[in-house]
């Protein structure tokens, strides 16, 4: 069994920072591409940023330059480094882990963590 748990969020007035966390428990940290998600009250979620097993990243546009990802493979964690807050970042921010074995794609979602901008 795999577990997600995410951590850091909270409450920050607008230009400010917020550093979240996400454990990932089990064998399968190494492999897996991990990714950060958000939802908006309202709206659908949609993708944040991710880092492959490789370290490679990749951001949406409404985040980049502002949003680092980063992962620490001993920790099994992975992080998402907030800068430049805005109001409409806020949302549940979700970490997702995803690996790949023989053909099968094994997908694990945590229970998500508020980030709540303030104007």
């Known amino acids: 069994q795999v577990h997600v748990v995410e951590s850091g969020g909270g409450l920050v007035q607008a230009g400010g920072s917020l550093r979240l966390s996400c454990a990932a428990s089990?064998?399968?940290?190494?492999?897996?591409?991990m990714y950060w998600y958000r939802q908006a009250p309202g709206k659908q979620r949609e993708w944040v940023a991710t880092v492959t097993s490789g370290g490679s990243t990749n951001y949406s546009d409404s985040v980049k330059g502002r949003f680092t990802i980063s992962r620490d493979n001993a920790k099994t964690t992975v992080y998402l480094q907030m800068n430049s807050l805005k109001p409409e970042d806020t949302a549940v921010y979700y970490c997702n882990a995803k690996t790949t074995f023989l053909s099968v794609v094994y997908d694990y979602w945590g229970q998500g963590t508020q980030v709540t901008v303030s104007s």
């Open positions: 089990g064998s399968i940290f190494g492999s897996s591409a």
